[in-house]
């Protein structure tokens, strides 16, 4: 696949380096040289200094053969301004942005991009770690991201079968994890009483 990653800080650097290794083919567009020195050694896209949202800057990183492009700068507004150009003028329809203000989430989901928000999936994972004491996991699917919670049974659930777990109008009981680490299924065949060592497993979609 050939890909696009607009912004080579932290973020951009890192995922351009995990796009390589899995062998696709990638550029990357920063204004700055310094920060390609983010990148890995064993890199072997294509890098190209200039302003992100010149469209010539785009066209000599390949934009007009993209599969996909990535939007990873943390200027928010830079990022909408270039994902309409790679998607209007280049045509790309696989775009990936990056924001960092859950403000303005409402406003790209409008405009039918897809959106990853940090701020929102690292409050998420802290709220749930601090105030719910749960480890959590976090994956994406398309454009939604799901968190799997997962909590010591409590006092309250023990005996009961899974079937019985309460939960909020938000979330699924997915399983149950034993002291073996062993898990089982929320289904309707499995319907295992809770242990007091037994931890629930909860999942819900984040955005």
């Known amino acids: ?27 990357v567009v920063n204004d700055d040289l310094e920060s390609f020195k983010l990148l890995s050694d064993d890199f072997d896209g294509i890098t190209v200094a200039g302003v992100p949202m010149d469209i010539e800057v785009l066209k000599k990183a390949g934009a007009e053969n993209c599969d996909a492009v990535a939007i990873t700068t943390d200027d928010d507004n830079l990022n909408i301004t270039i994902s309409q150009i790679v998607r209007e003028f280049f045509g790309v329809q696989n775009v990936v942005t990056r924001i960092i203000d859950p403000a303005r989430e409402k406003i790209f989901k409008h405009l039918g991009f897809q959106i990853m928000c940090e701020t929102k999936l690292s409050t ?41 777990i309460p939960h909020r109008s938000s979330e699924l009981v997915v399983g149950v994890i034993n002291k073996e680490n062993d898990v089982t299924l929320n289904t309707e065949k499995n319907n295992a009483v809770i242990s007091s060592t037994d931890k629930i497993i909860y999942a819900k979609i984040i955005y």
């Open 124 to 164: 998420e994972a802290m709220f749930s770690v601090l105030v719910e004491k749960t480890s959590v996991k976090q994956i994406t699917f398309g454009a939604s991201t799901l968190s799997f919670l997962i909590r010591d049974a409590e006092q309250v659930l023990i005996g009961r079968s899974m079937h019985e």
């Open 1 to 27: 696949m050939n890909t696009l990653v607009v912004g080579c800080g932290e973020l951009g650097s890192r995922l351009a380096d995990m796009l390589c290794r899995h062998g696709h083919n990638v550029s």
